[in-house]
């Protein structure tokens, strides 16, 4: 019996190949692997496409055939069959409108208080509850269905069930427990169930397709060993694979569902929790090697979570719209923690749902009004490219007060071109904050000033990539272009150091460290790891980086991670794992990202050295290194490149050089044949060039730190000894200016003095008061300011022969900082002003090595006030930058001192109502530090707790 012939595909079939091919092409996949294209094509085995490549297939298909996929797709199709189906399925092929209609939006009156005495995140939600626990705390957002509410009350009650159920399998006070769940509420109650339960989250993401279930848990046994898990919390569809994944992980007791978690009955066993118990362990490396576990406590987050807020002026008002992935530290901790902290509502939607329409994110913002949200630069780029005009109609996002780009680097290019879009859509542009922050630091580490646009830094390329100085650029070619990610977070520091650790002048680019209540206190069970980690008592990023006005512009990293669709991939792991491919010449593969200007993101790029040249053998192994790959990071390559023996270029020592391997590759010189001298002579220059630059740049220090100090001592000693000498305070006083002018004058550091025309008149009195940067302050004043005047120090000087005695010989007014004669010392100063003196003072007390104005003390105003002379305020720059606290090693720079307009108390009392000389005091040191803050380019650290008083 004849078989029946096989029934024709619909025409549809044949339409949604060539979408598939188009793809294909613009992915410039190989010609061979699309030659068999046919619709049981696996999309992960053959063709080897990611999350966006397929996201962007989606975008086509829905455009194509006017349909609305739905977003679990994105994860579920395997094959262009599954697509086919979903097609097929939608109602006579018409696209389901989208819903623009606005929701009754979440608003408050006022803003409720925040759990300010709160030590840990269970603390935290325990206050909600008390508070309010009926408030919608989560909003789920699931495709077009009505928002699914979770209230303060049911996070709780449904995280006790989870508690109990997590002890009644034996977890105690300390075990980890991996979570591995997608974005939904079992999630939230999974969360925080761990942590009622005494134990520690570690959450690691799930994979992108359940097909990939088995390699995916079987790819993370080694963070599973790591953190010794005892459990994974995970989707049933786990549960065939725990018997293998236990064979592998000895401490995993069980691979249990929320399901079951949640039969258990009664309340938990009450566990105490401290401030630094460890709140989570978020992992940061691949899958092979030994995995990072960053150990962040309650302290640290909660310390991360309020100086975040604080920078942005969060509140109980704000709604966070999220599509993050609760996995990665911007999603769980500035997203989910931030708004629980503040009793914030948070409407979150899985990212398959952005990336199968980022429309719904903007949609969502719409929606209910949201005045923060955030996401990685490629996002912002896949809006730019996926939104049609037509399908922007009526959108709305003048609600956002922040819109926080980080995660990835940030380009320029992308935030101005997202501004100029979404413009006539109420988007402001101050809205656009660039942030930078890493795991290691809880999250959030820099941001920029609220209410201001974007700052791009336009640098000179030849002068950065020679003497690594950010010199701005005046012409607009050749220039480099660096996003400025702001300062440092309140209680927080940054710095930029050396590759001996010194730290450098701004507008020097180095690598970045970083310090403060949020910092981790290393990785769990990796002690070679944490060692690397800490500078002394400062953390190295891993970034290089420049600071200009004390903001932070990266500029690269020190490492070769790649950053590609907002994950970390690390070259080695993806090197060792297609070095074992036969066919394929172990040790001499090279894994590297390249920019790309189209998606705001880095392609990763693979070369990999064999001796085959039949045509079919290389595709078969560019297959196997997509799989191979996919397999290990679960995201494909961008390019395969198959090159002959020698291409791959490394050390002396025998290690990959990826950066050379990239500026072939980028120069289209890599696998190129050329001539042997021009290959030794580019081999010679990329290897070389950047160690000279190095050493150069060395040698230029230290010579410029011994020149310094040797004619220090030189003029020092000479200017000591004509003081000492001189029989007038006016012959002193004009010595030592001197002396000052000629020292900079040898040392090549620039001196420069705006408005001295509002000085008064020499022959009048009066107070000037000055922020205080660094010691050379005080050699500063006396080159640049015109007047003679009495300095007034600390007591402590007067015991020190060589300065005691320069200060005394110039007129310097000393005072003692104890209670005890600190007032006897303020009625001497305020007799010398009322007879006529002028006085300089340091009202900050003291100065640090980090840059911002500190509170001003009292005194110097109150002596204005009582003898009625007028504050001159002074700002000195550029002297932090050439002689920083805490070190004695000195930088070439320029010093500037901008002297402000005078402030009379007269003028001040006539504007207070029966005015006492200390209310004129306190509005003298108000005004008086508003002008010098206004001119200082330095963040404002009044508000902010000291860096000594960090726990």
């Not at 009156?109 to 269970?122: F, G, K, S, V, Y």
């Not at 090697?289 to 807020?309: E, Q």
């Not at 950065?464 to 012409?475: D, L, M, Q, S, V």
């Not at 107070?767 to 660094?774: D, L, P, R, W």
Request: hydrophobic fraction near 45%; charge should be positive; glycine fraction near 6%.
């Amino acid at each position: 019996m004849a078989e029946a012939p096989p029934k024709p595909e619909p025409p549809a079939a044949t339409e949604l190949l060539a979408l598939i091919r188009s793809v294909a092409d613009e992915l410039k996949l190989p010609p061979q692997r699309l030659r068999a294209l046919c619709l049981d094509t696996s999309f992960d085995r053959e063709l080897g496409l990611d999350s966006l490549s397929r996201m962007e297939l989606f975008a086509r298909i829905e455009k194509h055939f006017g349909v609305r996929l739905p977003e679990r797709l994105l994860a579920e199709a395997e094959t262009p069959r599954d697509l086919l189906r979903a097609i097929l399925a939608c109602a006579s092929g018409k696209a389901r409108a989208q819903v623009k209609e606005l929701v009754v939006p979440f608003a408050e009156a006022a803003a409720q208080p925040a759990p300010e005495t709160a030590q840990t995140l269970i603390e935290v939600l325990a206050w909600h509850v008390k508070q309010h626990p009926d408030r919608t705390h989560i909003l789920l957002l699931q495709d077009d269905l009505p928002a699914e509410p979770i209230s303060y009350g049911e996070l709780a009650a449904q995280a006790k069930r989870f508690a109990r159920g997590l002890q009644d399998l034996g977890v105690e006070p300390g075990d980890t427990v991996a979570l591995m769940l997608p974005t939904g509420k079992e999630y939230f109650f999974a969360f925080f169930g761990l942590l009622l339960a005494g134990a520690i989250p570690v959450p690691i993401y799930p994979p992108a397709r359940l097909s990939q279930l088995e390699d995916h848990l079987l790819r993370h046994s080694k963070i599973l060993n790591n953190c010794q898990a005892k459990l994974l919390v995970t989707v049933p569809e786990a549960k065939p694979v725990a018997r293998l994944l236990k064979a592998q992980v000895p401490s995993l007791t069980q691979v249990i569902t929320p399901e079951k978690l949640t039969r258990a009955s009664g309340d938990p066993d009450p566990i105490p929790r401290s401030s630094q118990d460890i709140a989570l362990l978020q992992y940061t490396s691949g899958s092979t090697g030994m995995p990072k576990g960053v150990i962040l406590t309650h302290f640290n987050l909660l310390s991360n979570i309020r100086a975040m807020g604080k920078a942005v002026q969060a509140d109980s008002r704000d709604v966070f719209v999220s599509w993050l992935p609760l996995y990665h530290d911007m999603g769980l901790i500035g997203a989910w923690l931030g708004s629980l902290y503040y009793g914030a509502r948070l409407a979150v939607m899985s990212p398959l749902a952005f990336l199968a329409q980022p429309l719904r994110w903007l949609l969502a913002i719409q929606r209910h009004r949201a005045t923060l949200t955030a996401a990685p630069n490629f996002a912002y780029e896949l809006c730019l490219k996926r939104l049609a005009e037509e399908e922007l109609k009526g959108l709305d996002l003048s609600s956002l007060r922040a819109m926080f780009n980080g995660a990835e680097p940030v380009s320029p290019a992308t935030l101005e071109r997202f501004a100029a879009r979404f413009a006539p859509y109420g988007l402001k542009p101050e809205a656009l904050m660039p942030v930078y922050g890493l795991a290691e630091n809880s999250v959030g580490l820099t941001f920029p000033p609220l209410g201001r646009p974007p700052r791009v830094d336009r640098i000179d390329r030849e002068v950065f990539c020679r003497t690594g100085k950010a010199i701005p650029a005046h012409a607009l070619t050749c220039a480099l272009r660096f996003v400025s990610c702001g300062r440092p977070l309140p209680g927080h520091e940054v710095r930029i150091v050396d590759e001996q650790g010194r730290e450098l002048p701004e507008r020097v680019e180095g690598r970045l460290e970083f310090r403060g209540p949020s910092s981790t206190q290393g990785y769990y069970r990796n002690p070679q790891a944490t060692a690397a980690l800490f500078d002394g008592d400062w953390l190295i990023s891993g970034d290089r980086a420049y600071l200009a006005d004390g903001e932070v512009y990266l500029t690269g990293r020190e490492k070769d991670i790649v950053i590609h669709a907002g994950r970390n991939l690390y070259p080695q792991e993806i090197e060792e794992a297609v070095g074992r491919i036969a066919g394929i010449r172990a040790g001499c593969v090279a894994a590297f990202g390249s920019p790309d200007p189209q998606t705001g993101t880095e392609r990763l790029i693979v070369v990999a050295e064999t001796r085959e040249t039949d045509p079919k053998a290389r595709e078969k192994l560019i297959q196997a290194i997509q799989q191979q790959v996919f397999s290990l990071t679960g995201s494909a390559p961008d390019e395969v490149r198959l090159a002959p023996p020698g291409t791959v270029l490394k050390t002396s020592s025998g290690k990959i050089r990826r950066s050379a391997c990239k500026e072939f590759y980028e120069r289209g010189l890599l696998g190129r044949p050329l001539p042997l001298w021009r290959q030794a002579l580019h081999l010679l220059a990329a290897a070389v060039r950047p160690q000279l630059r190095r050493r150069l740049r060395q040698i230029q220090a230290l010579s410029f730190a011994a020149w310094a100090w040797s004619m220090a001592g030189a003029i020092g000693a000479l200017g000591w000894l004509g003081v000492l000498v001189l029989p007038t305070l006016e012959r002193r006083w004009r010595f030592a200016s001197w002396a000052a002018r000629f020292l900079a004058r040898v040392t090549g550091i620039s001196l420069r003095a705006e408005g001295l025309d509002h000085l008064p008149a020499a022959e009048r009195p009066c107070i000037y008061v000055s922020n205080h940067a660094s010691y050379l302050d005080g050699a500063a004043v006396l080159a640049l300011i015109p007047r003679r005047f009495g300095f007034v120090a600390k007591r402590e000087f007067t015991s020190q022969f060589i300065a005691g005695t320069f200060l005394k010989r110039i007129g310097c007014e000393f005072v003692e900082r104890s209670s005890e004669h600190s007032v006897q010392d303020a009625k001497r100063l305020m007799q010398a002003a009322k007879r006529g003196r002028s006085l300089w003072f340091f009202p900050e007390g003291t100065f640090t090595r980090r840059p911002g104005l500190l509170p001003f003390r009292l005194g110097a105003f109150m002596t204005a006030a009582e003898a009625g002379l007028p504050v001159v305020p002074v700002t000195i720059r550029g002297t932090r930058q050439i002689l920083r606290a805490d070190s004695w090693f000195p930088r070439p720079g320029a010093i500037s001192l901008i002297v402000s307009p005078p402030i009379f108390p007269q003028a001040v009392a006539r504007e207070l109502e029966n005015p006492s000389s200390f209310q004129i005091a306190v509005r003298l040191r108000e005004l008086a530090r508003q002008a010098i803050l206004s001119r200082l380019g330095e963040p404002d650290l009044a508000e902010e707790p000291s860096p000594l008083l960090r726990t």
